[in-house]
């Protein structure tokens, strides 16, 4: 049986160490939505380090093989673009057939919005992304997959924020359940744990996490 908490420290220090999630508090990072915090994740630049890489995709496919063996998945499907090398890796591991998800249909040819071979209905079909934050956008990709006549029931991530409510809502409102490698608060104990950044630096991002849309708002007041 893996053990989750072992996976979630080891993925937590493969970000730290390959500089996937930084920490500022001095100068927080812009978010796409505008907003700012003092932490950022970006699991693109994992696909750049082969041995780290190597780890948790073996700590994927193990973690899938498990939650899904007694209804084992036919295809893993990556969700354009982020999720689509996830995808191929973890794919290879399990000796799946591979799929990956667009955003819109293809302008021109077979207008296909999922792109590979999924022949039958009712396949077993896992979504896989880089991260999430409030799983919005999970539902394009499952509802294509859906209206495919895909199985889908299990999402996996490399990184979850783990810290907004809405995720968990909106994982049940799809009938969905999500997987991880890590999340902010096994990153933050990996930080203390090996301290990575100043006491300072690791009270202020633990104040976000706890509650980060009221952190944003002091700092917008603070700022203005």
């Known amino acids: 049986m893996i053990d989750k908490d072992v996976i979630a ?3 937590a220090k493969i970000l730290l160490d390959t500089k996937s999630v930084l920490f500022n508090v001095d100068e927080p ?5 505008g907003k700012r915090s003092p932490v950022y994740i970006d699991c693109r630049r994992l696909i750049s380090f082969p041995a780290e890489r190597k780890q948790l995709m073996d700590d994927a496919a193990a973690m899938l093989l498990e939650v899904t063996k007694d209804k084992p998945l036919d295809y893993l499907a990556g969700g354009e673009t982020a999720g689509i090398p996830y ?3 973890i794919a290879e591991r399990m000796e799946k057939p591979m799929l990956y998800v667009r955003k819109k249909p ?5 207008m296909a919005q999922i792109e590979g071979s999924m022949d039958d209905d009712g396949k077993n079909v896992a979504l896989i992304e880089d991260l999430q934050t409030d799983g919005g956008s999970k539902k394009l990709f499952v509802d294509v997959l859906r209206e495919a006549g895909a199985n889908v029931e299990h999402a996996f991530v490399v990184f979850h924020y783990g810290i907004f409510k809405a995720s968990e809502e909106n994982m049940k409102a799809l009938g969905i359940t999500l997987h991880s490698l890590t999340d902010w608060w096994a990153v933050l104990k990996t930080a203390q744990d090996m301290n990575y950044f100043d006491a300072h630096t690791l009270s202020e ?10 952190w944003q708002d002091a700092f917008e007041a603070k700022a203005s």
């Not at 293809?106 to 077979?110: D, E, N, P, V, Y």
Request: proline share 4%; charged share 25%.
């Open 106 to 110: 293809k302008g021109f040819g077979r």
């Open 29 to 33: 990072f812009t978010l796409t939505s």
């Open 205 to 214: 991002v633990k104040r976000f996490l706890d509650a980060p849309t009221e």
């Open 9 to 11: 420290q080891r993925a």
């Open 87 to 89: 995808a191929a890796f």
